[in-house]
């Protein structure tokens, strides 16, 4: 299997550009999470879905923010505008259930908004 | 304070030493996750726990539900243990993660 694929794996933008990072889970796995890292905030969760459902997006930091998972196979998150702060490496992961799986984890973006 | 606290936040130890990462938390946890990133960046989940212990080669992960505490033990350490290791603790529709233990072993 190959695992959970990220892309971009790096991306550069400018303020007030929209940015589109997307994630392929692993096949037969019904649970997404989108999660991000900085430096002085460490890891976040900020949405996950179970069987394409949205479940919980009280982490998602603006309406800025979206994500969708139109079918099993494939998720996007997506910035707009962007913002300089919105600058983390942001990571997929994806596991069989919600609850009590390990889950598995996307390369990560990193993204750079200037 | 932080609501998932991990100690000691750098650890560096010899080729072969007996090494223990812990995290205590102070909210009612349904699973605590110990993940792993590598100086490349990329995370490895290592375990999943709701109670008791789960061995996984060199690596052992407890968790004491009652004193909210976990801990992770890497037996026979070697330097491609070399990691950030973080605790995650996941409540309610939530995950709440520790600052990371970063670990270096030197060979």
């Known amino acids: 299997d190959a695992g959970v694929i990220q892309s971009p794996r790096h991306e550069v933008t400018e303020m007030g550009q929209e940015v589109t990072l997307r994630c392929k889970p692993i096949?037969?796995?019904?649970?997404l999470f989108w999660y991000r890292q900085t430096m002085m905030r460490g890891l976040e969760l900020l949405i996950y879905f179970n069987n394409n459902v949205p479940i919980d997006d009280s982490g998602m930091p603006e309406d800025r923010f979206s994500a969708k998972m139109p079918n099993a196979s494939f998720s996007t998150l997506k910035i707009q505008p962007s913002e300089p702060r919105d600058s983390a490496v942001y990571f997929c992961?994806?596991?069989?259930?919600?609850?009590?799986?390990?889950?598995?984890f996307g390369p990560g973006t990193r993204l750079t908004v200037l | 304070k932080n609501e998932v606290e991990q100690s000691p936040q750098n650890l560096t130890a010899q080729e072969g030493e007996f090494i223990t990462i812990n995290c205590s938390y102070s909210?009612?946890?349904?699973?605590l996750h110990w993940l792993q990133q590598h100086p490349g960046g990329g995370i490895v989940s290592l375990f999943m726990l709701s109670s008791g212990k789960k061995k996984h080669g060199r690596l052992i992960a407890t968790i004491n539900i009652q004193e909210k505490h976990s801990s992770l033990h890497i037996t026979a350490s070697h330097p491609r243990d070399s990691a950030v290791y973080i605790c995650?603790?996941?409540?309610?529709?939530?995950?709440?993660f520790g600052a990371g233990t970063r670990l270096t072993v030197k060979p």
């Open positions: 096949s037969g796995h019904n649970s």
């Open positions: 992961a994806s596991s069989l259930a919600l609850a009590g799986r390990k889950q598995f």
């Open positions: 995650a603790v996941r409540v309610s529709n939530d995950m709440r």
């Open positions: 909210v009612g946890i349904s699973a």
